[in-house]
């Protein structure tokens, strides 16, 4: 691979409806790694990612640039199969009565309704991807019966079916009660088994496991933290994100917060 980086960014700004959503934005994202973007409601995590997917524009300014996968001039068609999103708003794309099997499939044609007519190559790849993911219990469940933490299990599969290159998780533990919230985080771990990588949006510093190489602070639009976990994640970092007074301490793996005594 001639370019380690599969994104770059050069002094990029956006606007939409009339606001500047990304501001002076510098960013180079590597093939190999896995990010996390963590900052508040409103930050520009998201922007970020409306950026990557080519659904906003960057403002054409003198000395800036953006490149997806060493490319200036992007097909947009090429695009979607290099890098899947899954987000909240998915869901109200899917009929309560489609099967989760039927949802899967249904990713290798950009649709949420029951597909007729699949190979059995498909078929194949979607039971081997159950398999992988410990689905095959609720293969034949509606989605709509499923509980919050399958279905988001369930929609990060039909992401993956086409095997992306990058996968995008845009706040995956939002609205999740707590059992939920550990399914998913734990399921998302077990991803790093395979070849796609993963840029996971959220506000939840439960979300950072150790499966992220790095971790980028976002806060009124701009990034104000970025690099390895040990070296980021710290209370100076979080309080200054969050603006809040708070201790953060790493045990066993995982990310705990701590109200400071008054």
Known sequence: MSNEFWFEARNISCIKNGYEVVKNLNLNLKYDENVILIGPNG??????????????????????????????????????????????????????KLKVFDLIISGFYGKYCKVRNTSKEEVFLVQNLLKKMYLNKISQKYFSLLSEGEKQICLIARAIVNKPEILILDEPITNLDLKSKFYVIDQINELSRLNTKIICITHDISMITGIYNRVIMIKDRMIIADGKQNKVLNSKNINKLFDIDIEIKQYKGNWNIYRKAN
């Not at 922007?47 to 659904?55: C, D, G, K, Q």
């Not at 000395?63 to 199969?81: A, D, G, V």
């Open 43 to 96: 930050s520009g995590k998201s922007s970020l990612i409306e950026v990557i997917n080519r659904n906003i524009y960057p403002v054409i300014k003198k000395n800036s640039f953006i490149k997806i996968f060493n490319e200036e001039l992007i097909n947009i068609w090429n695009l979607r199969n290099k890098i899947s999103t899954v987000n909240f708003e998915i869901r109200n794309r899917i009929h309560p």
